[in-house]
């Protein structure tokens, strides 16, 4: 087993309302920066051990799917790397 640390990265798909970066998005507005568009995103990092590091990106999707992110709204993204 080798460990290795998978990061999941959960952002609501396009068209799903994101009041949370509209909020954000109006008051760096305010502050004078100028922006096409700004979405908020939810990451998480997991510490595992798998055989390999596509074991363990099948592991973290699963988690994502299962509980991380919500596939009827969300989008996500998994990236493994070897600790």
Sequence with gaps: MTAYTATVEVRLKHGVLDPEAETTGRALERL???????????????????????GAAERAG???????????IHDYEVTVEER
């Design 32 to 54: 004078g920066f100028e922006l096409e568009e700004l979405r908020a995103a939810d990451l998480f990092e997991v510490d595992l051990d798998a055989e390999s590091a596509d």
């Design 62 to 72: 699963e988690m994502a799917e299962r509980l991380l992110a919500n596939p009827t």
